[in-house]
C-alpha cells in the first residue's frame, strides 16, 4: 500500500535528546530537529534520569514547532504521529509519549508507538532510500547490542544480544576511569586514530562456539585492572595506545560475528546502526572485512546513528501502512525487546 504523501510527526525522548521529525512517506525527511541535554549531563559524568525528564517537560513544544516550522506544515497536515516508547528511561519516554498521545486525540489521528533499537535499523532506510529487507543489522549503542536479521519490515529474528555491557557502555565506563569526559566513546575513538590496536593485550570474548551473543564486562575489567596497576606503580597511562587496543578488542568481536551471521543467513548485505555506528574505527574493520568476504557493509550519516527522530517516524510509516495502530492506553516500556 503506497499512499500519495503520508506525512509522519515523530518524537524521540527515551535519554537525553529531545527529538521531533516531520516525515514523507517515511523516508524523505522534512526536518530532523535534536535538542542536546550532553551539556547539561556532562558535569555529572553520565546521564542523570530525573535532570532528562524535566529538561524534556522543558523543550517538547519548542522542538515540535520547530520540527513543523522547517517541515513548511501544520499540524492540520500531519496523517499521523509516530513515538517512542521503549526502551529508554521511564519518565523521559513518558514525556514524549504523553505529548504524542495528546496530538493524536486532539486531532483524531492514529498512533503508532516504536521500539527504540527498531528505530536505529530504520535509520538506514532514510539513508539509503533504494536499501530493502532482507540484509542483517548490527546495532550498537550505550545500552544495546544487537545482531538482527531483517527479514522484511517489521518482521525480525533476533541472532545475538549484549549478556552484560553494551558496546556503548564499554566505552563510556573505561573513558570515565581514564577522564576523558563525557560522553566518552567518542574520546576513545579520536585517541584510538593515533595508538597501536595491538600494544596491549587485552582479552576479546567470543563466548562458547557458535554463540552470536556479545559479553564485553570482562574485557571492562580487564582494562580497568589495567589502569589501576598503572596508578600503583605510578607508571604513565599511555592513552592512545590504550584506547587503540581496547577499542580493537571490542570492535573486533562486533565484526566477526556480523560476518558470521550473514555467512549463515546466506545474506551479501550488513547494515550497521546505532549510536557506536559512528565509531571510525568500527566503520572502517567492518568495511573491510565485507570487501574480504564480498558482503556489502552500509551505515548512516552521523545524524541518523544518534538517536533522533526521524528513524522513528520511518517505523512509524511502515507500521502505519500495515494497518498497525498503538492505543491511547500505550505506556514506556523501559526494558522493551525487539519483536520477533
Known amino acids: ?41 556532562r558535569r555529572f559524568g553520565g546521564v542523570v534520569p530525573e535532570v532528562a525528564s524535566r529538561k524534556h517537560i522543558e523543550s517538547i513544544s519548542y522542538v515540535v514547532k520547530e520540527a513543523l516550522e522547517e517541515a513548511g506544515k501544520t499540524f492540520r497536515d500531519i496523517d499521523h504521529v509516530g513515538v517512542t516508547y521503549g526502551p529508554g528511561l521511564v519518565g523521559a519516554l513518558l514525556v514524549g509519549i504523553s505529548y504524542a498521545k495528546g496530538l493524536a486525540f486532539a486531532r483524531g489521528i492514529p498512533l503508532n508507538g516504536v521500539n527504540h533499537i527498531e528505530g536505529h535499523i530504520y535509520g538506514n532506510f532514510i539513508e539509503d532510500r533504494e536499501l530493502e529487507p532482507p540484509f542483517i ?17 517489521g518482521v525480525y529474528e533476533v541472532l545475538g544480544k549484549t549478556r552484560d555491557d553494551a558496546a556503548g557502555e564499554a566505552f563510556d565506563k573505561i573513558a570515565r576511569a581514564l577522564d576523558l569526559g563525557y560522553p566518552g566513546g567518542p574520546e576513545i575513538d579520536r585517541l584510538a586514530e593515533k595508538g597501536n ?43 592512545e595506545d590504550m584506547a587503540a587496543s581496547y577499542q580493537q ?19 551479501d548485505k550488513i547494515v550497521l546502526a546505532g ?12 568495511k573491510k572485512r565485507g570487501e574480504e568476504e564480498g558482503i556489502k557493509v552500509q551505515y548512516p550519516s552521523l545524524t541518523l546513528c544518534t538517536d533522533n527522530a526521524a528513524m522513528i517516524g520511518s ?26
Open 275 to 286: 549510536g557506536v555506528a559512528a565509531n571510525k574505527g568500527l566503520r572502517a574493520l567492518l
Open 1 to 41: 500500500m503506497e499512499n500519495n504523501k503520508i506525512i509522519t510527526l515523530a518524537i524521540e525522548t527515551s535519554c537525553d535528546e529531545t527529538s521531533v521529525a516531520v516525515l514523507e512517506n517515511g523516508r524523505r525527511v522534512l526536518s530532523n530537529i535534536i535538542s542536546s541535554q550532553i551539556d547539561i549531563h
Open 315 to 340: 517505523v512509524a510509516y511502515y507500521q502505519y501502512i500495515s494497518g498497525e495502530r498503538s492505543p491511547m492506553s500505550l505506556n514506556g516500556v523501559p526494558n522493551l525487546k525487539i519483536k520477533e
Open 137 to 153: 543489522s548490527l546495532i550498537v549503542s550505550g545500552g544495546h547490542s544487537h545482531l538482527v536479521y531483517v527479514k522484511d519490515y
Open 197 to 239: 590496536p595491538q600494544a596491549l593485550d587485552f582479552p576479546k570474548s567470543y563466548l562458547e562456539d557458535g554463540s552470536h551473543d556479545f559479553s564485553f564486562s570482562g574485557l571492562k575489567s580487564a582494562a580497568l585492572n589495567y589502569i589501576n596497576q598503572q596508578k600503583m606503580k605510578k607508571q604513565p597511562i599511555p592513552l
Open 249 to 267: 578488542a571490542i570492535i573486533e568481536v562486533l565484526v566477526e560475528k556480523s560476518i558470521r551471521c550473514a555467512k549463515e543467513k546466506n545474506m
